[in-house]
């Protein structure tokens, strides 16, 4: 009997336990799915944050010399303005100076940005260069934010990304957005980025890059040193831009860059000046010159304008195509005489030639100040018409309409790079080129803290280029060469052309080597970026 009520006792806890425990579990399972109900689920995206408040950077201003991450694109198409983002990035621990002197940082991964389409992988980081506080600031600038309430962690680093192109801006690329890269303004007037049009002429003794005894491609009329200029300094200054470093040309890489490919410039002689500076510079990258030939056996001079150079050891081509206005130099029939017209509306007949490119320098503006041109009366033709007046502003902006509206039918985005250089500023003083105008005293560069270099074409040709679909890249040559007065070659230029005073000078074109190479430099830096991936 006593066995039995222990039994029974037994059970009756057995039992009230077991009703506990199934209340319990039911009471949990109802409250989880009220819970669940009221709350919605968080989104698993990861989105790139940009804080649009300005931070100030009093305590701790960034010097920024080397800015990486640039974009592959710099189209004009539907760029309204400049936008500037700050971005705001924490210091990690692990930050850790590079061989170059450069402290390298990673952007943290998990970073939010309300509304943004820039996604970036969670696998991937972004990496950043600063330079050091113990570095020199005399080649780099000081980018500090506009005054704010909000307290600054010295640690914090803000990099202004601005967007928009009509001061040559560039923009991220989905390519690089994938690649986890942050793209930085490079070119224009950036307030937060690197001034590549905007900086000063350095002195440099480890220039120029080649002689005019190492290149043979370099004509008569551009050996200022061959025909007797007795100063060689002019060739011995290299553009510092403001905010970070200007890429020194590397003949080897970028022969690497052309590997398989087609270079081509199509322009004036200033587009010839500038193709026959890259010629030189590739010479340096070149272990036999016999390998290197123009295809078919033509010598430069100034006579001929189209030529194609080959590099056999990189199976690729270098080659320029003359035509000075982009459009046709045609006759027509003006009563009983047949008179010179500019077609305005119609390709120069050379275009099959360029089509095949993998890279297209463009360039049209010296002509478009000649006599003839300027004064437009009984010269243009549009159709079967010849305008008997037409303003030469007017006619340059139907040109280059015509010009972007076969580059938008003609160009495959996808194989070719197109680039259009601006003009490039004569310095004749006392008169023009046939009144007696010269350079020849000059022989340094202009001494000034800023050139306000403004071009009429430039303008135009930004408006033109803002309306094209087919993406083009603006080399913004005119205001650095601006300062170099001294980079003509004057009375150096070779023997004067029949018919020609010998009192003319030449304060156009340039000396080699000399300017042009800044250009072919500024060329290099943008290729470095637009064809890296197919050289990976």
Sequence with gaps: MERQRSFSVKSSKLLIFSLTVSSSLVFFTFF??????ITPPARPETHLHFNLTAVSLAR???????????????????????????????KPDDASRNASGYLEFSAPRE???DGSDSEVPADQDTAFEALSENDDASGGQEIEAADSNESTDPEQVVVAISEGIEEGREEATASQQEEGLVSVAIEGESSGGCELTRGKWVYDESYPLYTNASCPFIDEGFDCEG??????????????????DFPRFNATTMLELLRGKRLVFVGDSINRNQWES???????GVRDPKRVYETRGRKITKEKGNYSFRFVDYKCTVEFYVTHFLVHESKAR???????????????????????????????????SHYKTKAGINYYQEGRQVLPQLDVSTAFRKALM????????????????????????????GGQWNSGGHCQEATRPLNTSSINWYSEKNAILEDVMRHMKTPVTLLNISGLSAYRIDGHPSIYGGRMRKGRSSNIQDCSHWC???????WNELLYMHLQTKLRHSVQ
Excluded: Y
Aim: glycine share 8%; hydrophobic share 40%; with cysteine.
């Design 402 to 429: 015509t010009w972007a509206s076969w580059v938008d039918r003609h160009i495959n985005p996808a194989k070719t790079q197109v680039f259009f250089r601006s003009s490039a500023p004569s310095h004749f003083r």
């Design 227 to 244: 025909n007797g200029r007795p100063d060689k300094d002019h060739a011995k200054w290299r553009w510092q831009p403001q905010g970070c």
């Design 111 to 113: 970073i939010q940005n």
């Design 278 to 284: 890259m010629l030189c510079l590739l010479m340096g």
């Design 60 to 90: 701790n201003p960034l010097t920024v010399q080397k800015l990486t991450g640039f974009s592959g694109n710099s189209s004009a198409v539907g760029a309204k303005g400049s936008i500037l983002i700050d971005a705001h990035l924490e």
């Design 32 to 37: 989880s799915v009220w819970a669940f109900k």
């Design 334 to 368: 003006l009563g009983k005489k047949r008179i010179k017209t500019l077609r305005i509306d119609t390709m120069d007949r050379g275009t099959s030639r360029w089509r095949g490119a993998d890279v297209l320098v463009f360039n049209t503006a010296h002509w478009w």
């Design 512 to 518: 080699l080597p000399g300017v042009p190479d800044t």
